[in-house]
Each structure stands twice: as structure tokens, then as C-alpha cells.
């Protein structure tokens, strides 16, 4: 199993810059992607971006692109969200989960994120 613990998350003005942490522990030697994802009141939950562990791939969501850069410190275990820019529409509780599963060639891709963090709060002040 693997342990998940975000934390920077707070109250930033609209503009501002913001790096949230997610320490991971456990059986992290085995870990494909991990991924950010954030959650608006009433709202559903939506992915931000990913990144593969060992070769650092990255992807993000439109909203994102450009403003937001995911990447990883594989010696600490620890994934990083560095967000700048920062819209008020970015306010949301978010999330950081983990895959083991890796695509196989020829097959369609699904993998499944069976771990996550508690969550840690993002508010942008207009």
C-alpha cells in the first residue's frame, strides 16, 4: 500500500503563486503515475494532471496548462503542484493519487488510482 499526505494549501490572492507537497510512503518503489486532481464545492472531481514516475512525463488538463507544472523528487517520494497564476475558479480542495498500473502495448490505458491523499484546501481570493 501507499500512503499519501498533501499539504501548501491555503488562501492566495488571484495572480499569486502557491506549491502544494504530496509526501508519499510505503511501497512507492512500484509506483507508475501519480496524478493531482481537485474537487469544488458541489462540484465533481476532476484530474489536473499526471506525471510517470520514472521518466517524468507530464500531462495537464486545458484549464491548467501553462500556469500549473507538476513534477516529482523520486529520492523524497514526494510529488509537487506548482500553481501560479491563480484564478478564482482554481479554489477547490486538491488531491494527489496514486497508480501502479502501466499501459500495455497494443491495449487501451485505464489505469486505476486506488490511492489518496486527504486532501488540502486551495482558495483564490478574486
Known amino acids: 500500500q501507499v500512503q499519501l499526505v498533501e499539504s501548501g494549501g491555503g488562501v492566495v490572492q488571484a495572480g499569486g503563486s502557491l506549491r502544494l507537497s504530496c509526501a508519499a510512503s510505503g511501497r512507492t518503489s512500484d509506483i507508475y503515475a501519480m496524478a493531482w486532481f481537485r474537487q469544488a464545492p458541489g462540484k465533481g472531481r476532476e484530474s489536473v494532471g499526471t506525471i510517470t514516475w520514472s521518466g517524468g512525463s507530464t500531462t495537464y488538463a486545458d484549464s491548467v496548462k501553462g500556469r500549473f507544472t507538476i513534477s516529482r523528487d523520486n529520492g523524497k517520494s514526494t510529488l509537487y503542484l506548482q500553481m501560479s497564476s491563480l484564478k478564482p475558479e482554481d479554489t477547490a480542495v486538491y488531491y494527489c493519487?496514486?497508480?501502479?498500473?502501466?499501459?500495455?502495448?497494443?491495449?487501451?490505458?485505464?489505469?486505476?488510482?486506488?490511492?489518496w491523499g486527504q486532501g488540502t484546501q486551495v482558495t483564490v481570493a478574486s
Open positions: 493519487a496514486v497508480t501502479f498500473d502501466s499501459p500495455l502495448p497494443g491495449g487501451y490505458y485505464i489505469p486505476e488510482y486506488d490511492y
